[in-house]
Nanobody, 122 residues
Framework: QVQLVESGGGLVQPGGSLRLTCLASGFTFSTYRMTWVRQAPGKGLEWVSDINKDGDSTDYADSVKGRFTISRDNAKNMLYLQMNSLKPEDTAMYYC???????????????RGQGTQVTVSS
């Protein structure tokens, strides 16, 4: 069965960095576009970024563009999110997602991991 296991979250000060990882299994990872979404306390899911199957095309929400970098290692079935210049408004649960599709910033989730918490606070 499909499994997506995120790690790498934690507490970081504003301006700091974190690198999230997602280990995928149960499907042919290298043939699917992959996505990161997040959910802040009391808010809905927000699309963050996605990357095509080959890793040579990426897209970002305006709120993270220039600060976050998505990447993947198909040999290891790993998805990454490098987050720099973190802000308090980046505080959220971050999820690795295998999506059915995305239209604009609306993601139709097929599978989602359990999430990893990122808290940005001084």
């Amino acid at each position: 069965q499909v499994q997506l296991v995120e790690s790498g979250g934690g507490l970081v000060q504003p301006g700091g960095s974190l690198r999230l990882t997602c280990l995928a299994s149960g499907f042919t990872f290298s043939t699917y576009r992959m996505t990161w979404v997040r959910q802040a306390p009391g808010k809905g899911l927000e699309w963050v970024s996605d990357i095509n199957k080959d890793g040579d095309s990426t897209d970002y929400a305006d709120s993270v563009k220039g600060r976050f970098t998505i990447s993947r290692d198909n040999a290891k079935n790993m998805l990454y999110l490098q987050m720099n210049s973190l802000k308090p408004e980046d505080t959220a649960m971050y999820y690795c997602v295998k999506a059915r599709y995305r239209i604009g910033e609306r993601v139709e989730i097929h599978y989602r991991g359990q999430g990893t918490q990122v808290t940005v606070s001084s």
